[in-house]
């Protein structure tokens, strides 16, 4: 028989790899942003007075003091929005698409800079999705443009002026009819898996260095659910709706890891005991 024949079809392996998955993100921001639409607006207008109930949580991102280390100027963040746009109509991409709706579904918790934003990605939602500065200013800007979200600059004496933004009623409407959609199919490619499915035709050592990189990987990120969990999950908060569904992606995410470390740990075991 050739050869082929003896391949599992790779696109039957289904796998939650230490690298966020587009697919895997759009599911996970669809049950995090679903609380979003319902939320009220008491604070719509007031930067930073909410509570920060859940830091690694996206939906409940402080707006960060106005003289805060590392603050943008209105001049830093025009200069931002002057990048080469990675918009969703630039090149199809469906990351960018749904970086698109991920910004929307931020702003629709609560008014945030640029540079809120981006400390959003950077200390929360990183192991969902990431976005660099250029991504989140020119993806505003197109946001802007197409009258989803306003922007007010805020002058501040003796500090830099910091530009808020906030969704606009059209802006809340494209975020609903997105939480409404069905989530595609969830297809993805995997590097990990894609390496691994091949390591029998190199040695048990180097799929054993594999495999033990991956463990080291998975137990980094259960622990940020664990703190996730022990720091924020009982935290009184003045939004319990959303504060649940962001737990339930958490929960969602350490059934997730744990299934992977299992496996990997069974593997590694098994490795040993061969070499």
Same mark, same amino acid.
């Given at each position: 028989t050739s050869g082929v024949s003896h391949l599992i079809p790779m696109a039957a392996l289904i796998k939650t790899s230490n690298t966020p998955r587009p697919s895997d993100r759009r599911q996970t921001y669809r049950v995090l942003q679903c609380a979003s639409v319902y939320t009220t607006r008491d604070n719509a207008g007031k930067p930073g007075g909410g509570t920060?109930?859940? &830091?690694h949580m996206a939906a409940e991102q402080s707006v960060q003091p106005s003289g805060a280390r590392g603050e943008r %100027? =209105? &001049?830093?963040? &025009?200069g931002e929005a002057s =990048?080469?746009?990675e918009?969703?109509? %630039?090149?199809? &991409?469906q990351g960018r698409n749904t970086l698109r709706f991920i910004i929307l579904g931020l702003l629709g918790a609560r008014p945030m800079t640029g540079y809120d934003i981006k400390r959003a990605f950077d200390r929360s939602l990183a192991t969902y999705w990431n976005a660099g500065n250029s991504q989140i200013y020119t993806t505003l800007k197109l946001l802007s443009a197409r009258g989803l979200v306003m922007s007010e600059l805020i002058s501040q004496e003796g500090r830099p002026s910091r530009r808020v933004y906030?969704?606009?009623e059209r802006g809340h409407a494209e975020l609903a009819a997105w939480l409404d959609e069905p989530v595609p199919a969830r297809f993805t490619k995997d590097e990990f898996l894609t390496r691994l499915f091949f390591c029998g035709l190199t040695s048990d050592e180097a799929a054993l260095r594999h495999l033990e990189e991956h463990r080291a990987a998975l137990q980094a990120q259960l622990g940020e659910m664990d703190r996730a969990l022990r720091e924020y999950g009982a935290r009184p908060t003045r939004r319990p709706r959303l504060l649940e569904y962001q737990m339930l992606v958490r929960d969602y995410k350490q059934a997730i890891l744990q299934t992977d470390l299992d496996v990997t740990e069974r593997a590694i075991v098994r490795l040993h005991e061969r070499l």
């Amino acid at each position: 028989t050739s050869g082929v024949s003896h391949l599992i079809p790779m696109a039957a392996l289904i796998k939650t790899s230490n690298t966020p998955r587009p697919s895997d993100r759009r599911q996970t921001y669809r049950v995090l942003q679903c609380a979003s639409v319902y939320t009220t607006r008491d604070n719509a207008g007031k930067p930073g007075g909410g509570t920060q109930h859940m &830091a690694h949580m996206a939906a409940e991102q402080s707006v960060q003091p106005s003289g805060a280390r590392g603050e943008r %100027s =209105a &001049a830093g963040e &025009a200069g931002e929005a002057s =990048a080469t746009p990675e918009t969703p109509e %630039s090149g199809g &991409a469906q990351g960018r698409n749904t970086l698109r709706f991920i910004i929307l579904g931020l702003l629709g918790a609560r008014p945030m800079t640029g540079y809120d934003i981006k400390r959003a990605f950077d200390r929360s939602l990183a192991t969902y999705w990431n976005a660099g500065n250029s991504q989140i200013y020119t993806t505003l800007k197109l946001l802007s443009a197409r009258g989803l979200v306003m922007s007010e600059l805020i002058s501040q004496e003796g500090r830099p002026s910091r530009r808020v933004y906030r969704l606009t009623e059209r802006g809340h409407a494209e975020l609903a009819a997105w939480l409404d959609e069905p989530v595609p199919a969830r297809f993805t490619k995997d590097e990990f898996l894609t390496r691994l499915f091949f390591c029998g035709l190199t040695s048990d050592e180097a799929a054993l260095r594999h495999l033990e990189e991956h463990r080291a990987a998975l137990q980094a990120q259960l622990g940020e659910m664990d703190r996730a969990l022990r720091e924020y999950g009982a935290r009184p908060t003045r939004r319990p709706r959303l504060l649940e569904y962001q737990m339930l992606v958490r929960d969602y995410k350490q059934a997730i890891l744990q299934t992977d470390l299992d496996v990997t740990e069974r593997a590694i075991v098994r490795l040993h005991e061969r070499l």
